[in-house]
């Protein structure tokens, strides 16, 4: 509550201000730049008008525009054409403030005037053209009403007063208006406030010096102190100096001296170069000091990301690496030492990440980083380090050097185990049957693809195993105890399996094998072991009941390529063999693939490996 207190009383007191400034100005301008009895010359009352409205709420507006009026009512009223013009020269005055204000927020809500050159720019078309020229027409006519003359001329006169007057006080009047800009920040030190009294004084002595003499043309002299001010103490400062060497201009005219009192021409043509040679220098600093404040900001964000990237690479767990167009560290974070396990990076290659046998790899990825700046190129490696593996991933990107010089890298390395070891598991998993801990029918034909494309150079043998009268086993004591049989199969294909020999349930009681033996006999001998340890396991019901399962085998040998679906099937025939002659053997395919069992003739096309 005590804040918003505060805001509206600061708010009262600016408005209050710049009432006392508007309503000064204008009475004394009015005053003393009539000439002839005339339309006033200098104009600065709009420029703090609309730098008090661009800094307000819009539902301010009203009541600020009817106090400001009345204000400049009483100035006309008191030093100008009297009582009977001031209501209409007044409304056309706010009419002007009004548009110029409405533009400025509507094509700059940021009120970023001074930030960068779109915002400068609006802000002179704005200021000292579009609002001027509006309030020209009826400001002339007007005028040509209350003293005669032609309408065109004092719309002119308007217009060139108005305008320049503007262009020549609105910029101070912003940054004051403001409050908060980084020149104000400065004069609130002490060393602001000696070095803005320096700059004053010097600005009214050089002013002095070009102002007061005709002996030698130094109207270039006050660009010295301009520039200096922007350099001290930015817009703000180019804006008093622009100020202060305009009072001393205006003295000088008033006084008869100088070069623009020797001009061969009316005092208000005189007035009015003045003030045309006051807006251009004040249009040759402001840039400057525009650009150095954008300068100031840029060198600030700088400084901002650069202890952004200090703090993140101080504390992250990644390495931030920074590597030369060779491909050598330059700059590493402190992660980098505990990642690489070396105290000293600088100079070495980014393959010190990783395993020697990789460095071949890092260097490609390297290459193909720097052919495509911008891009980011990814790659993820198991590393052995202090007994344990640990995976861990780049990613690199290129960054190309200016006008075609060499590319630099910057790379990030990361310790991604717990993530590998939980992708490597979900791959298990998703390959690996839950009950048995076999590979599952995925998984298997995963191997079997590529071993049938490779059979015409490593001949291969397929199996198919079905446990004999499996649904009866699950309907006399039920699935607990099928499962525990399917996992007692399991154990004995496990012990079974080696490099040459793998094997996988395929689905219900269905088990599938490869082996890479050299002939369909040793494959045919491992069957029979499998079948006849199955055979002879005996297993324990929930009443402990001892009972065993037999396995029905069928077995093809697989020497040229074909489909996963067709191998299978050749497979599967000697299996429908083997049941049909009283299940628990092994029947051998004597066919090609895709050879289908026939119930005539079974002995002629099938070598039978019968159990005892």
């Not at 001009?263 to 150095?292: C, D, G, N």
């Not at 079997?448 to 199996?463: I, N, V």
């Not at 006999?521 to 929930?542: F, G, P, V, Y």
């Amino acid at each position: 509550m005590a804040g918003v207190q505060g805001s509206v009383q600061e708010s009262g007191l600016r408005t209050f201000g710049f009432a006392l400034a508007f309503f000064g100005v204008t009475s004394l301008t009015i005053y003393s730049t009539r000439f002839s009895g005339g339309l006033a010359l200098v104009w600065f009352g709009t420029a703090i008008l609309v730098a008090l409205l661009v800094n307000v709420p819009y539902r301010a507006w009203p009541r600020t525009t009817i106090f400001f009026a009345s204000l400049s009512i009483c100035a006309t009223t008191l030093f100008g054409f009297g009582p009977h013009a001031a209501v209409p020269l007044a409304l056309v005055n706010m009419f002007e403030a009004l548009v110029i204000a409405t533009l400025l927020v509507r094509f700059r809500p940021e009120r970023d005037y001074f930030e960068n050159w779109s915002g400068f720019v609006k802000l002179i078309l704005v200021g000292g053209a579009v609002g001027p020229a509006l309030a020209a027409l009826p400001g002339g006519a007007l005028v040509a009403a209350e003293v005669g003359g032609g309408w065109w001329s004092h719309s002119i006169e308007w217009f060139a007063g108005h305008g320049l007057g503007t262009l020549l006080v609105l910029p101070l009047a912003l940054l004051l208006a403001r409050g908060n800009s980084s020149g104000l920040a400065k004069l609130r030190a002490r060393r602001g406030w000696g070095e803005l009294i320096c700059l004053s004084l010097f600005s009214v002595g050089i002013g002095w010096t070009a102002f007061y003499q005709t002996a030698y043309p130094l109207l270039f002299l006050p660009i010295l102190p301009l520039m200096i001010a922007c350099f001290l103490l930015g817009r703000i400062g180019a804006s008093i100096s622009v100020l202060l060497t305009a009072l001393v201009a205006f003295a000088s005219l008033a006084a008869g001296a100088g070069p623009f009192a020797a001009l061969s021409v009316p005092l208000a043509e005189k007035a009015m170069f003045l003030q045309f040679y006051l807006v251009v220098i004040l249009l040759v600093s402001l840039p400057v000091a525009t650009a150095l404040k954008h300068r100031e900001i840029l060198h600030a964000n700088i400084l901002h990301r650069e202890a952004l990237h200090r703090m993140i690479s101080d504390h992250s767990d990644d390495a931030l690496l920074s590597l030369d167009d060779a491909g050598r560290i330059r700059f590493a974070s402190p992660a980098g030492v505990r990642l690489s396990g070396l105290d000293d990076l600088d100079g070495r290659p980014l393959s010190v990440f990783f395993e020697e046998a990789d460095a071949s790899l890092i260097e490609n990825a390297l290459a193909q980083a720097g052919a495509s700046p911008g891009m980011t190129k990814v790659i993820e490696r198991a590393v052995a380090t202090r007994g344990a593996t640990v995976w861990l991933e780049a990613k690199i990107r290129a960054v190309e050097g200016r006008q075609g010089a060499s590319v630099s890298y910057v790379v990030t390395v990361r310790d991604v185990t717990v993530r590998k070891k939980e992708e490597l598991q979900a791959m298990r998993d998703a390959c690996t049957d839950p009950l048995t801990g076999l590979p599952n029918r995925r998984a298997f034909i995963k191997d079997l693809e590529p071993a049938l494309a490779a059979a015409g150079e490593r001949p291969f043998s397929l199996a198919i195993i079905d446990l004999d009268h499996f649904k009866a086993v699950n309907d006399r004591y039920g699935h607990d105890v099928g499962d525990l049989v399917l996992k007692h199969v399991a154990k004995i294909m496990q012990r079974l399996s080696d490099a040459d020999c793998l094997f996988a349930r395929l689905g219900g009681e269905e088990f599938g094998m490869i082996a890479w033996h050299d002939t369909v006999t040793a494959s045919a001998e491992l069957c029979e072991r499998l079948r006849e340890a199955i055979n002879e396991h005996q297993i324990r019901d929930a009443d402990g009941v001892m009972f065993g399962v037999s396995a029905s085998i069928g077995l093809a040998r697989l020497d040229q390529p074909c489909s996963a679906t067709l191998a299978l099937q050749t497979a599967d025939s000697p299996l429908y063999s083997a049941k049909a002659a009283g299940r628990n053997r092994v029947h051998v395919a004597q066919g090609a693939p895709g050879w289908k069992y026939r119930t005539e003739g079974t002995d002629e096309r099938h070598r039978l490996m019968q159990c005892a």
